[in-house]
């Protein structure tokens, strides 16, 4: 079974920058899809940046301009830059692929465990 491993989620002062990773315990013969999303206590998982690895790369409105996400279909990897971050940007961070593992395998979507932000001074 695959799992995805995230890390990078730290303290830090509103107005800072933090990169998160995530890694793919075995590379996938073909990805289609990679993604971050966060979550707050007693709230719903949110999309927070999408790629569609054949198409433009998307964003939340929350955090366009300040987001971006960056992949490594080869190394089955995912990144997110944050810079000018908010308290609002406080949140358990998860990353997911969709992919193939294998040439004959079908799609699957895997999720990390996530990695937490938190954004305070």
């Known amino acids: 079974q695959v799992q995805l491993v995230e890390s990078g989620g730290d303290l830090v002062q509103p107005g800072g920058s933090l990169t998160l990773s995530c890694a793919a315990s075995?590379?996938?013969?073909?990805?289609?899809?990679m993604g971050w999303y966060r979550q707050l206590p007693g709230k719903q998982r949110e999309l927070v940046a999408f790629?569609?690895?054949?198409?433009?790369?998307n964003y939340s409105e929350a955090v366009k301009g300040r987001f971006t996400i960056s992949g490594d279909n080869f190394k089955s990897t995912v990144n997110l830059q944050m810079n000018s971050l908010k308290p609002d940007d406080t949140a358990v961070y998860y990353c997911?692929?969709?992919?193939?593992?294998?040439?004959?395998?079908?799609?699957?979507?895997?999720w990390g465990k996530g990695t937490v932000v938190a954004v305070s001074s």
């Open positions: 790629w569609d690895t054949l198409g433009p790369k």
């Open positions: 997911s692929i969709s992919g193939w593992i294998t040439e004959l395998a079908t799609r699957q979507n895997y």
């Open positions: 075995q590379r996938f013969f073909s990805i289609a899809t």
